[in-house]
C-alpha cells in the first residue's frame, strides 16, 4: 500500500502543474493548491517506505528468448521501467521539496498577481527530477533531464530580466548539443548490451558478458561524461549555467539551482555505477571538478552583480561534488553526496537572502547598492551565516562536508587536491565577505532608491528555516551521513 | 546486400550528427543553427533505430496469426523502436521552442545573426 506514495512523488507534482496552469487568474486557488502541494511533497518523501515500483513490463523469463544474448544471463533482469526509492533518494527529495515550499512561498509574499504558467514549469521540474532520481534507466533519466532543461529555459523565460530570451535561447542550443550527446552514449550502450537500465547494465559489464573495455563503451563513456558536464554545468558550461542562475527571479534561481545539483548527482551516481572500471574515469572527473572550483571562485570574484556572483560560486561549489566522486573512496563519496544536500540548502539560501536586496532596490548591481543592513539588519546576518556555510565556516552544514572531503582526500593520498579544496573555500568566503560588506555595510550611495520599504515577513522565515537546516546539519551530520556511507560502500 | 542497409544507415546518421554540429557551432543565422540541431538529432535517432533493426525481420507487434516462436526469431528488437518514439517527441518540443524563441528575438533585435544578437547583450 506504502510503495503506491512512489509513482505519486511524481504524479502529484505533475497534477498540481496541470492544475495551476488551468487555474491561471484565479490567484487565491492557484495560491492555495501550490502550497498545499509543495507542503504534501517533502511529506510523502519522508513517509514512503522504501522499495521498487514496477510499470509494466513483462515477466522476463516468459520473454528471454527474444532478448539479445548479453541479457539472457542476467538473473535480475528488469524489462520494464523501474522506479527505485532508497533512504539516498528520500533525502534529496526531501529537501527538494523543502527548497520548492520555501521559494514559492517567497514568491507569493513578493507578488500579489501569479502566473500559472511560471508555477506549472516549477512543478514540472519538480516532478521531472523526482522521476530523475527514482529512475534506475539511463533513458529515462535521459527523458526526465529533458523536461528539466525545458522548465529551466522556460523558468527563464518567465523572470523580469531584460535578456532572458538570449540566455535562454543559448542555454537550449547548448542543450541541443549536449543531450543529443547523452542519448548517443545510451545508444552505444544499448548497442553493447541490450538494455537501458542501470543495473542490468552493470550485471552484463561486471561480469564481462561484454569486453568492458570495448570500443563503443569508451564512446559511450566519453559521450556520457560530456552530457554529465552539461548536465551538471561543469566547465565549459559553468558560464551558461550561471548565466542561467542569474537572469532568473531569485526564488527562481534558488529552485533552478536544487534543479542542476539533483541532475548532477543522478546521472553522477549513474555513471559511476556503469564506467567506474575505465582507466581515466577518476582523473577525469577530478579535472573538470577542479576546473570548476577555480573558475567558479575566480569569475565569481569578478563580479559586480550579487546574483552573478553567488550563481559562479554555485558552480565552484559543484565542483566539490565532482571531487569527490572523482577521488572515488568511501569517505570522499560520502563527502560529494553530504556536500550536495548542503549545496542544494546554502544556494537557495542565499539566492531568496540576497534576493531580498533585488526586492526592495530593484538592482544587484553592488556598485549602486549600500548600507542596507539598516533596511534589513536580521536578514543581513542570516545571509551573512548562510555565506558562512558556504566558505566552510564551523560549525555550519558546509564546513562538516568540506572537512570530509578534505580529509578524504588526504587519505587517498592527494594532499594537492586538499590544499586547493581549502585555498578555493578561502577565496569563497573572501568573495562572500567582500560582496556583503559592498551592499550591506559601505556607506548607502545617495542616489539609491527603494521599491519597496522592507521585506516580506515569509522570506525572512523562508531563510531563518534554511539557515536552521544549516545548522542541524552542521552540528549532527550523522543524521544524513549514516545514511550515505552505506550508499558509497555499495557504490565502490 | 542487407547487412549493408544497416550500414549505409549508421552512416547516414554519423553524416547527420557531424553536419549538424558543424551548423550548431559554426553557422551564424540561427535558423541554420536551429536546422543543425534537428540534424543531429535525427541522426541520433536513426543511429538508435538502427541499433534494433534485423535482417529480414518484421515489425514487433504479436499479431494473431504468427506463432510465438516464429515472432521471436523474426521480429526486430523492440526496445530501440520505444525509446526513438520518446527522443522524436522531446526532439519535437525543443525545436518548438527553439523556433518561438528565434521568432523573438527576431522582432527584438531585427536579425537572425547570433552575432547581433548575442553581441548586443552587453548587461
Redo the contacts between chains.
Keep these: 500500500m506504502m510503495d503506491m506514495l512512489i509513482p505519486l512523488m511524481v504524479i502529484i507534482p505533475i497534477i498540481c502543474a496541470l492544475m495551476v496552469n488551468i487555474l491561471h487568474g484565479k490567484d487565491k486557488l492557484m495560491r492555495w493548491v501550490s502550497l498545499i502541494v509543495a507542503i504534501i511533497f517533502p511529506i510523502i518523501a519522508i513517509i514512503a517506505s522504501l522499495g521498487t515500483q514496477y510499470f509494466g513490463g513483462h515477466n522476463s523469463s516468459l520473454i528471454s528468448s527474444a532478448l539479445p544474448a548479453t541479457l539472457a544471463s542476467v538473473s535480475s533482469l528488469s524489462p520494464g521501467i523501474v522506479y527505485v526509492f532508497a533512504n539516498i533518494n528520500r533525502i534529496f527529495i526531501f529537501l527538494v521539496g523543502i527548497v520548492v515550499f520555501l521559494s514559492l512561498f517567497t514568491y507569493f509574499s513578493e507578488r500579489k498577481k501569479l502566473s500559472g504558467p511560471y508555477l506549472f514549469l516549477i512543478f514540472m521540474g519538480v516532478a521531472s527530477v523526482t522521476a530523475l532520481l527514482l529512475s534506475n534507466d539511463i533513458f529515462n533519466m535521459y527523458v526526465f533531464f529533458e523536461i528539466v532543461a525545458l522548465t529551466q529555459v522556460g523558468i527563464i523565460i518567465a523572470s523580469s530580466s531584460e535578456y532572458k530570451y538570449e540566455t535562454a535561447f543559448k542555454y537550449l542550443i547548448l542543450g541541443s548539443i549536449g543531450g543529443p550527446m547523452l542519448l548517443l552514449g545510451i545508444g552505444f550502450i544499448l548497442a553493447v548490451v541490450g538494455s537501458v537500465n542501470i543495473a542490468d547494465i552493470v550485471a552484463v559489464i561486471s561480469t564481462n558478458v561484454v569486453n568492458p573495455l570495448a570500443t563503443p563503451l569508451i564512446f559511450a563513456f566519453a559521450l556520457m561524461f560530456f552530457g554529465w558536464l552539461y548536465v551538471s554545468g561543469l566547465p565549459p558550461f559553468h558560464t551558461i549555467k550561471s548565466e542561467l542562475y542569474s537572469r532568473a527571479r531569485p526564488n527562481g534561481a534558488a529552485i533552478l539551482q536544487a534543479f542542476s545539483v539533483i541532475c548532477m548527482i543522478a546521472f553522477g551516481i549513474a555513471i559511476y555505477r556503469i564506467f567506474v572500471y575505465v582507466p581515466f574515469f577518476k582523473p577525469a572527473i577530478i579535472i573538470f571538478s577542479l576546473l570548476a572550483m577555480v573558475l567558479g571562485v575566480s569569475m565569481a570574484l569578478m563580479q559586480n552583480d550579487f546574483r552573478r556572483m553567488i550563481a559562479f560560486l554555485a558552480v565552484g561549489e559543484l565542483g566539490f561534488i565532482g571531487l569527490g566522486f572523482g577521488i572515488g573512496t568511501q569517505l570522499s563519496i560520502t563527502a560529494a553526496l553530504f556536500q550536495a544536500a548542503n549545496e542544494l540548502i546554502i544556494t537557495a539560501l542565499l539566492f531568496i537572502g540576497f534576493g531580498t536586496v533585488y526586492y526592495l532596490t530593484k538592482t544587484s548591481d553592488t556598485k549602486k547598492l549600500g548600507g542596507l543592513i539598516t533596511v534589513s539588519p536580521k536578514m543581513a546576518i542570516m545571509v551573512l551565516l548562510g555565506g558562512f556555510a558556504m566558505a566552510g565556516v564551523p560549525p555550519f552544514n558546509g564546513f562538516q562536508s568540506k572537512i570530509m572531503l578534505v580529509q578524504s582526500a588526504l587519505n587517498a593520498g592527494l594532499p594537492e587536491l586538499a590544499i586547493v579544496a581549502v585555498i578555493v573555500s578561502i577565496v569563497t568566503f573572501f568573495t562572500f565577505v567582500k560582496a556583503f560588506h559592498t551592499v550591506y555595510l559601505q556607506p548607502k550611495p545617495a542616489n539609491l532608491k527603494f521599491a519597496h520599504k522592507k521585506i516580506p515577513a515569509i522570506a525572512t522565515f523562508s531563510v531563518a528555516v534554511l539557515l536552521i537546516i544549516c545548522l542541524i546539519l552542521g552540528i549532527l551530520p550523522d543524521l544524513v551521513t549514516k545514511i550515505f556511507i552505506p550508499f558509497a560502500g555499495g557504490l565502490i | 546486400m542487407i547487412m549493408s542497409t544497416q550500414l549505409v544507415c549508421l552512416f547516414a546518421a554519423g553524416a547527420f550528427?557531424v553536419i549538424g554540429?558543424f551548423a550548431?557551432?559554426f553557422i551564424d543565422n540561427?535558423i541554420k543553427?536551429i536546422i543543425g540541431?534537428a540534424f543531429?538529432?535525427e541522426?541520433?535517432n536513426l543511429?538508435?533505430v538502427t541499433?534494433g533493426y534485423k535482417a529480414g525481420g518484421v515489425v514487433p507487434i504479436f499479431l494473431e496469426n504468427m506463432s510465438p516462436d516464429w515472432f521471436?526469431a523474426n521480429?526486430a528488437?523492440p526496445?530501440?523502436q520505444a525509446?526513438v518514439l520518446?527522443?522524436i517527441v522531446?526532439g519535437a518540443?525543443?525545436l518548438a521552442?527553439?523556433l518561438a524563441?528565434?521568432m523573438?528575438?527576431y522582432k527584438?533585435h531585427g536579425s537572425l545573426s547570433t552575432k547581433v544578437?548575442?553581441g548586443?547583450?552587453n548587461?
Excluded: H, Q, R
Design positions: 550528427i554540429l550548431a557551432i540561427i543553427k540541431i543531429i538529432e541522426g541520433v543511429f538508435i541499433l521471436v521480429s528488437y526496445l530501440p525509446l520518446t527522443s522531446i518540443s525543443t521552442v527553439m524563441l528565434a523573438v528575438l527584438k544578437i548575442l548586443d547583450k548587461d
